[in-house]
């Protein structure tokens, strides 16, 4: 696939579904203006009505909104493959919701997937 991270985000949804059903159901992707055609102005248009309905750059790839073992309610999770690092508007995404009692993980595989899950939910 061309973009591994969604590769990987996609594995990570099918996983849920059937190893982790119950937290499944507390998992929501966050919507990040894919392109959704080879036409640049089809693409500027679309990048400009997702900004008018609040999509907004730096916001986590995925989210759970159910209590962990720590007593948070929300974890944010970062998806990024290889060696990619965060932009700037991720990073202060990040302090923004830890500054707000989340959890935030950077997570680069499905084993990390499955820890964060281990650790935070059983």
Same mark, same amino acid.
């Not at 248009?45 to 309905?53: C, E, L, P, T």
């Not at 202060?92 to 939910?121: P, T």
């Given at each position: 696939?061309?973009? +591994? ?11 849920? $579904?059937?190893?982790? +059903?119950?937290?499944?159901? *507390?998992?929501? #992707? ?8 080879? /036409? #640049?102005?089809?693409? !500027?248009? @679309? =990048?400009? &009505? ?5 999509? @907004? ?5 995925? &989210? ?12 944010? !999770?970062?998806?990024? =493959? ?14 923004? $919701?830890?500054? =707000? ?5 950077? *997570? @680069?595989? !499905?084993?990390?997937? *499955?820890?964060?899950?281990?650790? /935070?939910? @059983?």
């Amino acid at each position: 696939m061309k973009h +591994p991270e969604t590769s990987l985000q996609i594995s990570i949804i099918e996983l849920l $579904s059937w190893k982790y +059903p119950d937290i499944s159901k *507390c998992c929501y #992707a966050v919507n990040h203006g894919i392109k959704y055609s080879d /036409n #640049a102005k089809v693409n !500027i248009i @679309r =990048a400009m &009505f997702q900004k008018k309905i609040g999509v @907004r750059r730096g916001i986590s790839d995925l &989210f759970i909104l159910k209590k962990t073992k720590q007593g948070q309610s929300v974890v944010w !999770i970062e998806l990024k =493959a290889g060696k990619n690092k965060q932009s700037g508007e991720q990073n202060n995404f990040e302090q923004l $919701s830890k500054d =707000a009692g989340c959890l935030y993980y950077i *997570c @680069r595989s !499905i084993d990390e997937f *499955c820890k964060i899950i281990e650790d /935070n939910y @059983r």
